[in-house]
């Protein structure tokens, strides 16, 4: 809290403690008056009597002695004369004392015997009191019994002397100042001569003093630094004041003690108990801090000037927002000062006049209740609102609220909220959203539409009842409508959640309703027309039974057909063999050698046909999803010479060199065995038909972690970049005989591997299948060193070992478990090298 701020407070307490101090005053006040207005009326009934009584009085309470050089008479008040005569210890107490009381007046102390030598020498008046005991006797020190006043006055050459006897005891303790100051409930005392002289009930309860007397005795006094402050008064005869804490029945209260100098060294002191006023102003301390604090943390800018207009609070976000120096704002500018430093830096608005702008805004201070908002629109562009209200200390009260990106945020949420109504008006669908209250807040023009609404029918903020009602022509069920409105204005999670359903209307027409919840708890429904939709599903559903029913027909008809073609062509096949022994069996008849040739075109186009046949059988039985695979662990190079041994006439006729690279003989892989033999046939025999007359052709294999890929090249013709992405189509790469599925099925075998096939090719540099199989850890590792093999009739120099197998011993089992005939196996081991 700045020095500012603390003096405001501070000022802000005094005003507090003033008030209530006259708030007591003015107790104290009422309850003097009405006492002075019961002591009048008993003067008023008793004035007359007293005034009849008034020289008899005097001749009992005073005595007035004459002095006219050295002659001492007395006047009258022969009675009291006695009396003083005898305080002063006089033995002759008659008409002759009067100049012995004088003597004996001037030798009560210096300051009486100065007085009266003035009085009778020089005619100065004079009074001073004299403390006796009554049965006589002066004292000094602690006075009891009467008190003696003496008063001189002269009148030409003679002193005149009046003695009054007061007692002391009666004049503080029994009069009526004494009833009234016993009455008030704040602590009230005398001193004379920093002696406790009277005290009032309420400073006897204060000390714990059962009376005066013991106070005296026990030398009680509230604390030490309040008798000081007392005898101090007493001493320098100046009132004084102050603040102490006092304890007070075992209770701390605050008290604002007052010292009043009397005459003749009285001193009257009042203690004033503050304590509500000084919690009142430390809880208004706390108060202004803890509402400071709060205000220093807000993010708008507060600003607070004083009755003075100078400003005496500024939060953080005041100096933020202005840019200004913290030890400019320090020594407490004014407001039109304030307005003139952020003019220069061109931080107010644009004014045509600003010394006009600035005295009205400086007009502000005479509001007696909060001016309305304002906005203002700064030269860099930013917005603020601006809040002027009266402080209740006094003073205005700024509050400056930066809205610049809140006005942002507003002009694009209105043009998202555009921009969303333009979308959905394009919709085909009829959209609405209804409010949590169950009130229409938007819709567009196909919600309009659909139900054959106009603008006159919805009006703003229409209710979903009403809204309902409108729509009831077209689907009369009530129960639908109140079940939708359940959804809209039912606050349940579950109520609230996502439906969908399906209503008819009356003209025909099949409508589908759905309900999405909104995260502001608004409700979008939306329907839509889906009759021709539902035509074209049941059309399709059709369609799709058709086309089943048509796929299951064409299953069963290659089925048959291929049955059909098997049949006679195992007959042909079966009389080609028997005419093919009977012609080996005739070798010398030269017509039973061009019937050799005959037969061998026979068997070939059989095969191709056969062949054919079981491709096309094994595309029907993919399409169909009916072909599973039978995996096992196999070795692959015996896989591979099996296919090459079925290919070994075609190697020998072209003079095709066989390269193979990769895993070991001995290495096993995971994979249906017939399936990929059936891979490889189709491959190599691509491979075949488009190498180069004594090209190439080589098999790689390898492992990629867990992946087996073998890829199948060839040198020659190779595939037009154009038809190499539809090269695994059907039907694609047919160029003479057969379907022209080879490449479509191999395809189709290698994704029930759960595999994939890649091919690389240049169109005069051969091509190259790659065939990537899956899960084959552990399995297989690589030779270091590739097997070339020459064409297949020709010897090999790596292998010594065995000799091909002839055709008249047993069939070996690798041969009969691949289809191979023994010579046909032999051959294949002899390309791969197979020991």
Request: aromatic share 6%; net charge negative.
């Amino acid at each position: 809290m700045t020095v500012a701020t603390l003096a405001f407070a501070a000022a802000a307490g005094a005003t507090a403690l003033a008030f209530s101090t006259t708030i007591l005053a003015w107790r104290m006040r009422a309850r003097l008056s009405r006492l002075s207005d019961g002591f009048r009326n008993r003067l008023d009934v008793q004035h007359t009597v007293l005034g009849e009584l008034d020289a008899a009085t005097s001749a009992f309470d005073e005595a007035f002695l004459a002095i006219e050089g050295d002659t001492v008479r007395l006047v009258w008040g022969e009675d009291t004369l006695k009396t003083v005569a005898e305080a002063l210890r006089i033995a002759a107490a008659d008409t002759g004392s009067a100049p012995l009381v004088i003597e004996a007046l001037a030798a009560t102390s210096k300051e009486a015997a100065d007085a009266l030598k003035a009085l009778i020498a020089e005619g100065k008046s004079c009074r001073f009191e004299v403390f006796a005991e009554a049965s006589g006797g002066l004292v000094s020190a602690q006075p009891k019994g009467i008190t003696l006043v003496v008063e001189g006055r002269s009148s030409g050459a003679t002193a005149w002397v009046r003695l009054a006897i007061a007692s002391a005891k009666t004049s503080l303790s029994s009069g009526p100042f004494a009833q009234m100051a016993n009455r008030l409930p704040t602590p009230c005392w005398v001193v004379r001569d920093a002696q406790l002289v009277w005290a009032n009930d309420a400073w006897l309860k204060a000390v714990e003093a059962q009376n005066l007397e013991q106070a005296k005795t026990d030398h009680l006094g509230l604390d030490r630094s309040t008798d000081a402050l007392v005898n101090e008064a007493g001493e320098q005869n100046i009132r004084r004041e102050g603040f102490r804490w006092l304890t007070i029945e075992g209770q701390r209260r605050a008290f604002q003690v007052i010292a009043e100098p009397l005459a003749d060294g009285y001193v009257c002191a009042y203690a004033i108990d503050v304590t509500e006023a000084e919690e009142s102003r430390e809880a208004l301390k706390r108060h202004a801090k803890a509402h400071d604090e709060t205000l220093d943390r807000l993010e708008d800018a507060v600003a607070i000037f004083g009755p003075e207009k100078r400003l005496t609070f500024h939060n953080s976000a005041f100096e933020s927002l202005w840019d200004l120096e913290p030890a400019w704002l320090a020594e407490r500018p004014t407001h039109g000062e304030l307005l003139e430093r952020l003019r220069q830096k061109r931080k107010l608005p644009e004014t045509s006049d600003f010394v006009q702008w600035k005295a009205q805004e400086l007009e502000f201070y005479g509001l007696t209740e909060a001016a309305p908002d304002e906005m203002w629109s700064l030269p860099n562009g930013r917005s603020l609102r601006v809040v002027r209200q009266p402080h209740p200390l006094g003073g205005l009260l700024l509050l400056f609220s930066d809205k610049t990106g809140e006005l942002k945020l507003k002009a694009q949420f209105n043009s998202l909220i555009q921009v969303q109504r333009a979308t959905l008006d394009q919709l085909n669908d009829a959209v609405s959203v209804f409010g949590s209250d169950g009130r229409l807040r938007l819709r567009n023009a196909a919600f309009d539409k659909f139900w054959s609404l106009s603008n006159e029918d919805m009006v703003a903020n229409i209710d979903f009842a009403q809204m309902a009602e409108l729509c009831i022509p077209l689907v009369h069920d009530r129960g639908f409508w109140s079940e939708l409105k359940a959804r809209v204005t039912d606050t349940d999670p579950v109520a609230r959640a996502p439906q969908t359903g399906e209503v008819k209307t009356s003209d025909g027409r099949l409508a589908q309703w759905r309900t999405q919840p909104l995260p502001d708890g608004a409700t979008l429904v939306a329907f839509s027309d889906i009759t021709t939709r539902r035509a074209l599903e049941q059309a399709i559903e059709q369609r799709d039974l058709a086309l089943t029913e048509s796929v299951r027909l064409k299953r069963d008809f290659v089925a048959n057909v291929s049955y059909e073609l098997r049949t006679p062509l195992t007959t042909i096949v079966g009389y080609a063999d028997l005419l093919q022994r009977q012609a080996n069996a005739a070798e010398a008849d030269p017509a039973e050698t061009r019937n050799r040739t005959y037969l061998n075109a026979i068997q070939s186009a059989a095969s191709v046909l056969a062949r054919s046949i079981d491709d096309v059988l094994d595309m029907a039985q993919i399409d169909a999803g009916e072909m599973s695979m039978s995996l096992s662990e196999f070795n692959l190079s015996r896989t591979v010479a099996a296919a090459l041994g079925r290919q070994a006439d075609t190697l020998s006729a072209k003079g095709i060199r066989f390269d193979y690279t990769g895993l070991d003989i001995t290495a096993l892989v995971r994979a249906d065995q017939a399936r990929l033999g059936q891979v490889l046939d189709h491959l190599l025999d691509y491979a075949l038909r488009n190498a180069a007359q004594e090209g190439q052709v080589a098999i790689r294999s390898r492992k990629d972690g867990d992946t087996l890929t073998l890829e199948i090249g060839y040198t020659g013709r190779g595939i037009p970049y154009h038809t190499q992405a539809h090269i695994f189509d059907r039907f694609v790469g047919r160029e003479r005989g057969g379907p022209g599925l080879g490449l479509a099925l191999v395809k189709a075998l290698v994704e029930l591997h759960e595999g994939w096939i890649t091919l690389e090719s240049e169109p005069q540099s051969g091509a190259t299948f790659a065939i990537h199989l899956p899960r084959q850890s552990g399995v297989g590792h690589e030779v270091p060193e590739p097997v070339r093999t020459p064409v297949a009739d020709q010897p090999v120099a790596e292998v010594a070992e065995p000799e091909p197998e002839s055709a008249g011993e047993d069939l070996p089992p690798e041969a009969r478990a691949l289809g191979l005939t023994a010579e046909t196996f032999a051959q294949a081991k002899k390309i791969l090298g197979m020991a």
